[in-house]
Every structure is written in C-alpha cells, then in structure tokens.
C-alpha cells in the first residue's frame, strides 16, 4: 500500500484474494482516476495492463506485480483467449487480482468478453468503470460530446473489427443519417475509407472534424479538419494512434472551449462558433 495517496473515508470494498476486479484507467491523466480504481491500486497484488495505460498510475502501486498484456513496441498482442486464461490462473492460486484496462473497460475494451470467461470459471468480479477516451478524451479537446444546437444523439464507432479491417457490419447510410455526431474510436488506419463510406452516404464534405490524439496526457495534440480532406490531413499531421476522431458541428464547439490552449494563454477563437448568440441571457 502506498500511505502517501490516502483516499477519502468510506466503506471501501475488499479486493479479497481469488478475486479479479476489471477497471477502467480513464483515457490517460491519472486525475481521471474513480477513487474505486485507487482503491484497487492501493489492494492488488498483481496487475495486468494493456499498453493504453498510462505508465503513472502503475507508479501508485508501486508493491505490485505488474503484467503487460497488451501490443507495444512491434511484439505481437498477446491473444485475448491467453489474457482471461491468465486472469482465470492468477485468481486461482489465491491473488488479488487488478485487471486495468485504458478508458472504460466495457467500452470497445473486450472487458465484456474477459469478464464472462472469468464468471464462466467461477472466478468473482467487480466490474470498475472509468472514463472513456470518446467522452473524457474529446472535453479535453474543448468538445463536448452532446449539445444542444447540435445533437439529440451520440454514436460511438469502432474503426477495426476483429479482422482490422474497417467492420463490415457498419450501415454507415444508417449512421450517417441518425447521428449528427458520431465518435470513432480505433478510426486512424481506416481514416479514408470511413471518410469515403460517410461521404458516399450523403455528409458534407464540410462537416467539421477534430482528431484528438494521446488524449488527456501530456502529448495530446488535436487536428481540426473536414471530411472530404480528414484523410490527407490525418496523414500530413503524421499523428499517431490512439487517437479518437469526432464528425460533427460539435467539434467546432473547441473554437470557444479550447480550455487548456486559454490556459496557455491563447484567446479563444470564437466566442459563438455556432452562431447562436447568446441564448442563456435571451430569456
Ligand atoms: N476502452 C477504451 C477504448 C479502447 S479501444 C476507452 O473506453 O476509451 C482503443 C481506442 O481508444 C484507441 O484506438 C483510440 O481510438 C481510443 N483511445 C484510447 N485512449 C485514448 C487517448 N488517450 N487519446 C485518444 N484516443 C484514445
């Protein structure tokens, strides 16, 4: 246990020995943490790690031993089948397990899959939500993911299915007609295609799109764009995965709410980028 992160008083659970709780790290600054996840950290003898979290918040249990099950560095991904294996083995020899996953794990996580195989074994579970990078990702951008001069509707995508490939099961005509903001998480190799199957399907080429990439840590960097040049620009920018793209008039709203380039000291852009004036005080 590490005194120095003390957490706050309340009736904390037990991670008991035997157990495995899967836990969502938030999309990367450790300050987006649930204080259930810092008492997971504070308990667990070993944790297994995918490569999108953040290396500091292993750095809080620093007791621990810690499992990369993740792809980093050209080695090939450990097979899903082998990571809730190895779960289903370490709860058994008696250890308190942590299985930290980046962002929310029942969110494009495979945590779904890792925990039935754990409940199919026998193994108990607590399931820990966390902060998923389309969501916490985005409002570190300035963009706020629902608005309302802008969507009634959300939807979040996923640019790979199980064969890398851009998922095949996708009615873009469909999605491209019922969401005004759609969230594309795992987007950037499929970059053009998706921007080709949106467009085809009748987006405009205009619609704004903010690329937000290394989100909430300190290497974040955002690419504001527009469909029909998405592709090229994602390109050009040499921006690297994990990166979550945001189609939408939402992504204008950064114009206004860029908060952590006015922390820097640059002005906002625009203080109406929607072009509604000022409705609150409008009555
Ligand atoms: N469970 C995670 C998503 C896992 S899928 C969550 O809820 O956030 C992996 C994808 O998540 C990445 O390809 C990227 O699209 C997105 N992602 C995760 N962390 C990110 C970050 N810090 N910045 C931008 N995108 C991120």
Redesign the pocket.
Known sequence: MTDSISLPAHHWPALEPGWVWLC?AG??DPGLLTLHALNALRQADVIVYDA?VDERILDWAPEAEKIYAGKRGGKPSAKQRDISLRLVDLARAGRRVLRL?????????R?GEEAQTLVQHGVRVRIIP?????I??LAYAGIPVTHRDVNQSVTFV???DQSGETPASLDWAAISRGSQVIV?????KHAAAIAKALLAAGRPGAEPVAV??????PT?QVLETRLDRMAEDIAASRLE?????CIGRAALMRQVLDWQGQLAGEPPRDLDPLGRGRPAEQG
């Open positions: 969502g999309p990367g999108l996953k980046g962002g929310d794990p029942f969110v494009f996580g945590g966390g902060i998923s990078a389309g916490g990702g996923t640019g790979h594309i998480y795992m987007g950037m937000v990439a290394g989100a909430t840590t974040q995965p994990p990166a979550i793209i």
